[in-house]
């Protein structure tokens, strides 16, 4: 069974920049869609972002479009690179793996997911 392991969380001042990781072990991420979601405090899970494997075509939600960036490396490497980052972005990022990409990203699709990867942005 698939394994997802994220890293990269942390406390960043407002503007400033996270990469985050996701490594798969057990299977590959090939034919898979790869997401990333987050949950604040109090708040559902919202997807942030997917990136196809077949056709490569990645999704943005409207929050971090032209903020973030996913990206694959290899067969079991997924990132998000993470710029300009706001305080409301803070928030436990999960990477997961199986679902549906599209212009809409939720998470009940996804049968896999990483424990989780804090991210604090405060000044």
């Known amino acids: 069974q698939l394994q997802l392991v994220e890293s990269g969380g942390g406390l960043v001042q407002p503007g400033g920049s996270l990469r985050l990781s996701c490594l798969a072990s057990t299977e590959t991420l090939d034919y898979r869609a790869v997401s990333w979601f987050r949950q604040a405090p109090g708040k559902e899970r919202e997807g942030v972002s997917c990136s196809n494997s077949q056709d490569g075509t990645t999704y943005y939600a409207d929050s971090v479009k032209g903020r973030f960036t996913i990206y694959r490396e290899g067969t079991n490497t997924a990132y998000l690179q993470m710029n300009s980052l706001k305080p409301e972005d803070t928030g436990v990022y999960y990477c997961?793996?199986?679902?549906?990409?599209?212009?809409?990203?939720?998470?009940?699709?996804?049968?896999?997911w990483g424990q989780g990867t804090q991210v604090i942005v405060s000044s």
């Open positions: 997961s793996a199986g679902g549906r990409c599209g212009s809409t990203i939720s998470a009940s699709d996804y049968p896999y």
